[in-house]
T-cell receptor, first 112, second 111 residues
């Protein structure tokens, strides 16, 4: 039981490049989340998926797209990376609204 | 979702009890208060959740007054390893999956 896994662990992009961050969970959780955390700051919600087949915007969705591929996987895509998107990206999942959120190890993204 | 306000940072010494207070003036009837802990370079992890009065587990206690407009996370006898960021969240049981973390409180425990 790996919990929540994220790939890659670290990525360097040039401005304008695109990439997809992958997230998978093996806990049969219904809802999944993408957060970003800038240095010295709290977590900000980018997008979330309450259940398979649904996605909703969070606090800072601009510049990102998501796909809930199936119940296990929730990907985050940057179509045209910008230096302002340099951050650590965390994926999380949970079963119900009052249940614990479980987080992945994070992806460190540097956009030059 | 009710907005939460907590101190930006706190300092303490090993062995002391630490109390972190969170304000959530607009909390609704169906809302619960949840606290997470985050160590550097890791994702947050759940500490404790409560609705009213007092909740205690092996890690912390959570005190919620009758009006529920604030809550206090209490960490007994902290150690250096309790240095982390602590987040207070309000979550609802009425189907709202959107979860906002906020800035959190940076606790620094000194020897």
């Amino acid at each position: 039981n790996a919990g929540v896994t994220q790939t890659p662990k670290f990525q360097v992009l040039k401005t304008g490049q695109s990439m997809t961050l992958q997230c998978a969970q093996d806990m049969n959780h219904n809802s999944m989340y993408w957060y970003r955390q800038d240095p010295g700051m709290g977590l900000r919600l980018i997008y979330y998926s309450a259940s398979e087949g649904t996605t909703d915007k969070g606090e800072v969705p601009n510049g990102y797209n998501v796909s809930r591929l199936n119940k296990r996987e929730f990907s985050l895509r940057l179509e045209s990376a910008a230096p302002s998107q340099t951050s650590v990206y965390f994926c999380a999942s949970r079963t119900g609204v009052l249940e614990t959120q479980y987080f992945g190890p994070g992806t460190r993204l540097l956009v030059l | 979702l009710a907005k939460t306000t907590q101190p930006i940072s706190m300092d303490s010494y090993e062995g002391q009890e630490v109390n972190i207070t969170c304000s959530h003036n607009n909390i609704a009837t169906n809302d619960y208060i949840t606290w997470y802990q985050q160590f550097p370079s890791q994702g947050p992890r759940f500490i404790i959740q409560g609705y009213k009065t007092k909740v205690t587990n092996e890690v912390a206690s959570l005190f919620i007054p009758a009006d529920r407009k604030s809550s206090t996370l209490s960490l007994p006898r902290v150690s250096l390893s309790d240095t982390a960021v602590y987040y207070c969240l309000v979550v609802t049981n009425t189907g709202g999956f959107k979860t906002i973390f906020g800035a959190g409180t940076r606790l620094f425990v000194k020897a």
